[in-house]
């Protein structure tokens, strides 16, 4: 929806910004995404993506699985939760890659990156990955591994 474009930055202020995980596009099904990466309304089925992160977790972390998928609770605690590219036609997966909101969301990770105070970059998949030039690994704890995808969690979920 038009109104949730800019979730992220709305639900995480800029000063409040711990961590950034960085999504490719939002989930294109209908009533699925709703602007923050990863997450959907609650119920609405938790995607597959999103319910291996929670495996993961729960194998790593011991957290226990929720039973939704909404993350503003994450972002309201400083997870900045940020697609890539913004919006996507209904249905269709990337399609609006390469319209211009890869400069927007560029901007908005290197103001995070050249904060004073470090922060946690989690990229998940080769897109996400090439944004690594935009962060100082020094200053920055970045964790990379395979997109939590079924198609290629099995490299790294």
């Known amino acids: 929806p038009r109104d949730e474009v800019f979730a992220p930055v709305d639900a995480t202020p800029y000063d409040r910004v711990k961590v950034l995980i960085l999504g490719q596009d939002p989930y294109h099904g209908e009533g699925q995404g709703h602007g923050l990466c990863f997450s959907v309304r609650p119920g609405v089925k938790v995607p597959p993506s999103l319910r291996n992160i929670y ?10 699985i929720p039973d939704n998928g909404y993350l503003m609770s994450w ?25 211009s909101w890869e400069k927007v969301t560029d901007a908005v990770i290197r103001a995070v990156a050249s904060r004073p105070d470090p922060a946690v970059f989690v990229l998940w998949g080769n897109y996400a990955q090439k944004k690594l030039p935009l962060i100082d690994e020094e200053r920055h704890i970045v964790v990379k591994g395979a997109h939590p995808s079924p198609l290629s969690a099995k490299k790294f979920f």
Do not use: D
């Open 75 to 99: 972002a309201e605690q400083g997870v900045l939760l940020l697609n890539a590219v913004l919006t996507v036609r209904s249905g269709e997966a990337n399609s609006h890659k390469g319209k």
């Open 55 to 64: 495996k993961e977790m729960h194998a790593e972390l011991g957290t226990p």
